[in-house]
Structures are given as structure tokens and as C-alpha cells.
């Protein structure tokens, strides 16, 4: 069973840039595994960010920007804001569709 | 604007069934595949299903394989999760999220439906 690893938590400074990553026990990420970012705060659904690896949403702020980096897929925020404190999911297709685990992302 | 509005959540003994729809609006639904995805609450999202546009193609991770069945009504822009032999550990919110714009993945989430399976 695959499974997809998320870094736990993270904590970027106001402006600061931030890389969240999404590794899989099978092997390198690549574009085959369509990877998809969401983000999702308290008491709300998630909500789309990037979707294959790097393509972003109509909605999606240009500050956030979708990579694949040394075998994982990545997220990376430049500028972050204080609205940008959140959950961040990444979402892989490796035979079935996969989760990873969540990084709670705080910004101070 | 896209719309996904889920129905009939509740409570449930262990052993039960229980039916979930997903009315959907604002998009070609009978062109998209669709996915439900469920989350404990507090805790991280767990892909469950999907389905194919015509219906015809369904994919269940293996916590949910035999006991769950997704499936749609295009001419009612309507998806449904039939829950059956439901357990404590399927506790948790249930969104339908559709698959939109080009490119495989997840683009639009309902608001969800809570499940509780409580004796």
C-alpha cells in the first residue's frame, strides 16, 4: 500500500518562502501521478490550488506555484500572508487516488 | 458557479446503511468524473471514490471496498454514496468533489455531510 508523506508542520515568516513537500513510498513523484494541492482552513472544505504538478486555478494566488522537486511533488509560497496559515493536502494518483498526511502551516 | 451540495448525513448504528447525495450545478456534470472523500474531523482527508462520467467505471480504496457503492443519476445532476455495514471508524465528513477542469485531480468541493456511527 502507498503511502504519501507530507511534512507534519512548517512555520514561515510574514513574506517569507516557504517549499512544502509530497513524497511516496513507491518511488520518485512525476508527472504521471497528477499531483494536486489543496488547501483547507478551520470549518471549511479544502479548496483547489494546483492540479497537475504545476497548473494553477483561476482563483489560485499567484504567490503559491506547484513543482516537482528531487522526487517529490512541491508546493512552494513566496510572500506568505497571514491569511495563508492553513492546512496544505497534496493529492497523488498511484493506482488509486492518495492523500497525504497534511502539513499545518503557520504563519509567525 | 459551480455548486456541490450534499444530503443525508445523520447518525447510525454500527451494522447500518446510510445514503448520501450530492445535488450538483454550474458545470457539464454528465462530462465530469466525481469523487468522494471523507475526513475525521480534526484529522486529514481520505480519498474514498470515484466514478467515471458515464458511471460505468468505479474505484473504491480498500477501507470501503464492498461495503460502499458510488454511483449517479446524470439526468438528475445528482451523485450518490450508499453506505452499508458502516463502522465507528467511517465516522467523518463526507465531501463530493468533482473533477472539472482539464487535467486529472480534484477541482471543486462540496460543503460536506457528517456521518456519525454511534451505538
Known amino acids: 500500500q502507498t503511502v504519501v508523506t507530507q511534512e507534519p508542520s512548517l512555520t514561515v515568516s510574514p513574506g517569507g518562502t516557504v517549499t512544502l513537500t509530497c513524497a511516496s513510498s513507491t518511488g520518485a513523484v512525476t508527472t504521471n501521478n497528477y499531483p494536486n494541492w489543496f488547501q483547507q482552513k478551520p470549518g471549511q472544505p479544502p479548496r483547489a490550488l494546483i492540479y497537475g504538478s504545476s497548473n494553477k486555478h483561476s482563483w489560485t494566488p499567484a504567490r503559491f506555484s506547484g513543482s516537482l522537486l528531487g522526487g517529490k511533488a512541491a508546493l512552494t509560497l513566496s510572500g506568505a500572508q497571514p491569511d495563508d496559515e492553513a492546512d496544505y493536502y497534496c493529492l497523488i494518483y498511484s493506482g488509486a487516488w492518495l492523500f497525504g498526511g497534511g502539513t499545518k502551516l503557520t504563519v509567525l | 458557479e459551480v455548486q456541490l451540495v450534499e444530503s443525508g448525513g445523520g447518525s447510525v448504528q454500527p451494522g447500518g446503511s446510510l445514503r448520501i447525495s450530492c445535488a450538483a450545478s454550474g458545470f457539464s456534470f454528465g462530462d465530469s468524473w466525481m469523487h468522494c472523500v471523507r475526513q475525521v474531523p480534526g484529522k486529514g482527508l481520505v480519498w474514498v471514490s470515484r466514478i467515471s462520467p458515464d458511471g460505468t467505471d468505479t474505484t473504491y480504496a480498500d477501507s470501503v471496498k464492498g461495503r460502499f457503492t458510488l454511483s449517479r443519476d446524470n439526468a438528475k445532476n445528482t451523485l450518490y454514496l450508499q453506505m452499508n455495514s458502516l463502522r465507528a471508524e467511517d465516522t467523518a465528513v463526507y465531501y463530493c468533489?468533482?473533477?472539472?477542469?482539464?487535467?486529472?485531480?480534484?477541482?471543486?468541493w462540496g460543503q460536506g455531510a457528517l456521518v456519525t456511527v454511534s451505538s
Open positions: 468533489a468533482a473533477d472539472i477542469v482539464p487535467g486529472p485531480g480534484i477541482d471543486y
